[in-house]
């Protein structure tokens, strides 16, 4: 009689999960166990304070919890159709601020990890990569602009012999004009070509 009233009222013990058998009869859910260290480990997991006052002939009768707080690591791998539990398996996943250590912690880190490395530069080549160009020493930027200044020199000169040959044809233009002022060609040429002495020598 026991025996049946309990299987009515399959309730996960959890905190934060309602499974029960009624509402999933697809999910298996399991016995407190009857050692009562290992009873005692369920509890404390659980996070129930209220479980702790109660006997462990009480919780092995009445409280159960759901597979979805047992990893897979706890599961018998010769069931056939029902989940069974390894000996001495202990639930660790509940939906608490404080959950118990994961008993395979280690295996899901290094699929995260995986994947960034996808994405992410690894650091070490990271730094080499985006380290800033080399930053030009004292002895060699007078060097840049001695050579700028030369260039400058050379330019500067060239403009001077253009300018002389310019100044050298207003010259003759305007004693052209004056000596010949019936020719209109030349006196246009001549004014354009006072406006680029004039704009030469304020450049220079
Ligand atoms: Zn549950």
Same mark, same amino acid.
């Given at each position: ?46 996070? #129930?304070?209220? /479980?702790?006052? %109660? ?5 092995? @009768? =009445?409280?159960? +919890? ?82 700028? #200044?030369?260039? /400058?020199?050379? %330019? ?5 012999? @253009? =300018?002389?040959? +310019? ?38």
């Amino acid at each position: 009689m026991a025996a049946s009233t309990s299987t009515h009222c399959r309730w996960c013990s959890a905190v934060n999960c309602s499974n029960s058998k009624n509402k999933r009869p697809d999910l298996s859910f399991f016995r407190f166990p009857a050692e009562h260290e290992l009873c005692k480990v369920w509890v404390i997991n659980t996070r #129930r304070a209220d /479980l702790e006052e %109660k006997s462990f002939e009480h919780l092995h @009768k =009445n409280n159960y +919890l759901c597979a979805e707080h047992f990893e897979p690591c706890c599961f018998s791998k010769t069931a056939t159709s029902r989940a069974r539990l390894i000996n001495g398996a202990v639930p660790t996943i509940f939906n608490v601020p404080n959950p118990p250590p994961k008993l395979t912690p280690s295996q899901p880190p290094p699929k995260v990890r995986n994947d960034d490395d996808l994405f992410d530069v690894p650091p070490t080549s990271s730094t080499q990569q985006y380290s800033p160009p080399p930053i030009p020493d004292s002895k060699s930027t007078p060097s840049f602009h001695e050579e700028d #200044r030369e260039s /400058l020199k050379r %330019k500067l000169c060239a403009e001077r012999a @253009k =300018n002389w040959r +310019l100044k050298k044809k207003l010259k003759l233009c305007h004693e052209n004009t004056s000596t010949r002022k019936s020719t209109p060609g030349v006196s246009e040429k001549s004014t354009s070509l006072i406006q680029v002495g004039k704009a030469l020598s304020s450049y220079l």
